[in-house]
């Protein structure tokens, strides 16, 4: 069963970190792209960040770029997102998604996890 585990999300002041980690299993996790998405309240679903096995090309969103940094750790079928200089407009549920070989993804979806950024 492939299962997708988010966490590290929680509640941040403005302009700080925070690291959030998607731990896969269930699937060979080098086959697999994975991604980052995030829904606001009342906004559509959007595209973050993601990472493809195939040849490990990133692929951010314009909002994120220069801020957060998209990484995998293949022996521990983990990837992370460190976000940094976080915003208020940051605040979102964040999922994690994959997908064979390459991005973007979305056959296989995570639960989610809330990053709430204060102002």
């Known amino acids: 069963e492939v299962q997708l585990v988010e966490s590290g999300g929680g509640l941040v002041q403005a302009g700080g970190s925070l690291r959030l980690s998607c731990a896969a299993s269930?699937?060979?996790?080098?086959?697999?792209?994975i991604g980052w998405f995030r829904q606001a309240p009342g906004k559509e679903r959007e595209g973050v960040s993601c990472i493809s096995s195939s040849d490990g090309s990133t692929y951010y969103a314009d909002s994120v770029k220069g801020r957060f940094t998209i990484s995998s750790d293949n022996a521990k079928n983990t990837v992370y997102l460190q976000m940094n200089s976080l915003k208020p407009e940051d605040t979102a549920v964040y999922y994690c998604a994959a997908a064979w070989k390459s991005c973007p993804v979305g056959d296989y979806w995570g639960q989610g996890t809330q990053v709430t950024v204060s102002s």
């Open positions: 269930g699937f060979t996790f080098d086959d697999y792209a």
